[in-house]
């Protein structure tokens, strides 16, 4: 689990753990990919609505394997982060326990009605939490106005949370959109934090080192959006370092090179140990110029010195305070 160095102690139970409640939970239930404003506002909510209660608890409960990768798995959709950040992201948000279920074609079948009940008996819930698009249940039945009958028969109270702004201007897929067209101000405006990417560091073919500017190639699950082929200003951690690097992004194909195999290449300013097998989680800052075929190695090297240029003067104070697992969400 990737959790906040400085967050308190977050409960986080997997589908095989024992849960034990502790008094009555305020909960709130989805897939919660990029944990985005709106997902921050339901989990506010929640934890209003677990302070109103004598002892309880607010609970996030979510998924995994995604629920498209099961019930449509010829079409796997990608997602912004992996199930390790998402928790991270969940349990800096102020929840008490965060609760991942897995995910399978029998869970699928459960029904709304059903699902509820499993909730109070399991969580001892006393409040659902439901943004405006909830859908819990076979075939995605339990939306808002059907919850909110069920809730005086089951015993829970239902808060609906309105998200601010255009209908569906916040939202995981206007986020995914945003990040695969290299859209990073965009991205930050639904996210409301400086989006990042964790990846471990492979072996290249050194060519970076060659230029003057080595790079660390970084692996990510194939699943996971990358940005935009292009070249972005940035910030990086490597694992077991607590130092942020200002940092240059390559995202593409080297087309100088005419190579066919789109990479993710992270040069780290001021740092000159090699990090293969580490770690390395990456911020996107702004976008600074598309991918370029140059006509010569030496346009190439000295259109890199000007963005290296340009990465030096991110505000390294400004950045940390924008890093989700070094500050919980207001």
Known sequence: MTQAPNARHVRVFREDDTFVPLGGAAVTVGRFDGVHRGHQALLRATCRAAAAQDGGRAIAVTFWPPPEWVLRPSEPRQLLTTLDDRIGLLSASGVDDVIVLRFDRQFSRRSANEFLRDLIERLAMRTLVTGPNA???????????????????????????????????????????????????RLYGILDRTHSLFGTVSRGDGRGRDLGFPTANVQ?????????????????????????????????????????????????????????????????????????????????????HRDREVAAKIDLGGSEQAMPFLRAPG
């Open 135 to 185: 859908a819990i249940g076979r075939d995605r039945q339990g939306t808002p106005a059907v919850i909110a009958r069920l809730a005086p028969r089951l015993g829970f109270t239902h808060v609906a949370v309105s998200y601010e702004g255009e209908p569906g201007a916040i939202s995981s897929s206007r986020a995914r959109e945003a990040l695969a067209a290299g859209a990073v101000d």
């Open 220 to 304: 990510t699950p194939p699943w996971l959006v990358l940005p935009a082929d292009g070249v972005y200003a940035g910030t990086a951690l490597v694992d077991g370092d607590p130092t942020l690097y200002p940092a240059l992004i390559s995202v593409g194909k080297r087309p100088t090179f005419g190579s066919r195999v789109r990479l993710f290449e992270v040069h780290l300013l001021g740092f000159e140990r090699e990090i293969y097998g580490r770690g390395l989680r990456t911020f996107l800052h702004a976008w600074l110029r598309g991918q370029e075929a140059f006509h010569s190695v030496e346009e190439l090297v000295a259109a890199m």
